[in-house]
């Protein structure tokens, strides 16, 4: 059973990069890695996916700042997000989708939370 | 964006009683790329219901889910005490994914 685990670096300043790590222990060739964010006591929202391929997309509103990778050699999938505010404080999530359907988010890691703060 | 607005927000109930959930769409979705999560706290979501009405694998029998267009229900027979928490309609029919802003199942 494929099983994930985020990792990063709890504490960001405002206007840095966050960057973030999802392991995958299992084949990272299956699904479709997708990350969702949740801020304190909110409602969850989609940031984008990324398949080992290398294709990708993500929400509109977030783009210009996402980058998402998956690096096959060492089973990890890559989240950087860009010029973060407070208003990027949240639990963020790396989440599976079926190559099928790639939106079906089958597997979720445990999450990793940021704050971003001076 | 197809936004989701879920009702009611919050609902007071008792174990064993039944729980009906409902999540209206803006626009109209296929069915098959519409999810019920349940998140209990400090947990991540786990998928429920898929396809509008397929149970996810090792969910017990007393969640449904039905619908189609842009009206969707989870349905929760016999409320067991672990079911009570946050459940969130998905839909990833149309980029970019959207969430519902959840409904909260608490005891009465």
């Known amino acids: 059973q494929v099983r994930l685990q985020e990792s990063g670096p709890g504490l960001v300043r405002p206007s840095e990069t966050l960057s973030l790590t999802c392991t995958v222990s299992?084949?990272?060739?299956?699904?479709?890695w997708n990350w969702i964010r949740q801020p304190p006591g909110k409602e969850l929202e989609w940031i984008g996916y990324?398949?080992?391929?290398?294709?990708?997309n993500s929400k509109p509103s977030l783009k210009r700042r996402v980058v998402m990778s998956v690096d096959t050699s060492k089973n990890e999938i890559s989240l950087q997000l860009s010029s973060v505010t407070a208003a990027d404080t949240a639990m963020y999530f790396c989440?599976?989708?079926?190559?099928?359907?790639?939106?079906?988010?089958?597997?979720w890691g445990r999450g990793t939370m940021v704050t971003v703060s001076a | 964006e197809i936004v989701l607005t879920q009702s009611p927000a919050t609902l007071s109930l008792s174990p064993g009683e039944s729980a009906t959930l409902s999540c209206r769409a803006s626009?109209?979705?296929?069915?098959?790329?519409f999810a019920w999560f349940q998140q209990r706290p400090g947990q991540p979501p786990r998928l429920l219901i898929y396809?509008?009405?397929g149970r996810a694998t090792g969910i017990p029998d007393r969640f449904s889910g039905s619908g189609s267009g842009t009206d969707f229900t989870l349905t929760i027979s016999r409320l067991e005490p672990e079911d009570f928490a946050m459940y969130y309609c998905?839909?990833?029919?149309?980029?970019?994914?959207?969430f519902g802003g959840g409904t909260h199942v608490e005891f009465k």
């Open positions: 396809g509008a009405s």
């Open positions: 626009q109209r979705l296929s069915s098959s790329y």
């Open positions: 998905q839909q990833h029919d149309r980029a970019p994914l959207t």
């Open positions: 990324v398949f080992f391929s290398g294709s990708s």
């Open positions: 299992g084949s990272i060739g299956i699904y479709y």
């Open positions: 989440a599976g989708g079926p190559r099928a359907v790639a939106g079906r988010l089958e597997i």
